[in-house]
């Protein structure tokens, strides 16, 4: 069975980090993108940022570039979001995915 569990979200003050992971398992987790996307109260789901399968590319919005770095560990089965310079409207409910799969969410608030 398919499975993604995001964990590492929280409340952040503006201008602090928090790294987000994804731990896969049900697939062979070196074989697929893996993606993390968010989406704020009242807003539509917004894609953040993608990995290739190898972890050789990468590509992030306009609104994450410079501040967010995504990652993977192969071994581990694992996709991690690393968020720096957090700013209020990065205040979201971040989901990762991959296979068609979504994990649960988990929930980052940036506020003073």
């Known amino acids: 069975q398919v499975q993604l569990v995001e964990s590492g979200g929280g409340l952040v003050q503006p201008g602090g980090s928090l790294r987000l992971s994804c731990a896969a398992s049900g697939f062979t987790f070196r074989n697929y993108a893996m993606r993390w996307y968010r989406q704020a109260p009242g807003k539509e789901r917004e894609l953040v940022a993608t990995i290739t399968s190898a972890g050789s590319h990468t590509n992030y919005a306009d609104s994450a570039k410079g501040r967010f770095t995504i990652s993977r560990d192969n071994a581990k089965n694992t996709v991690y979001l690393q968020m720096n310079s957090l700013k209020p409207d990065d205040t979201a409910v971040y989901y990762c995915?991959?296979?068609?799969?979504w994990g649960q969410g988990t929930q980052v608030t940036v506020s003073s």
């Open positions: 995915t991959g296979r068609n799969a």
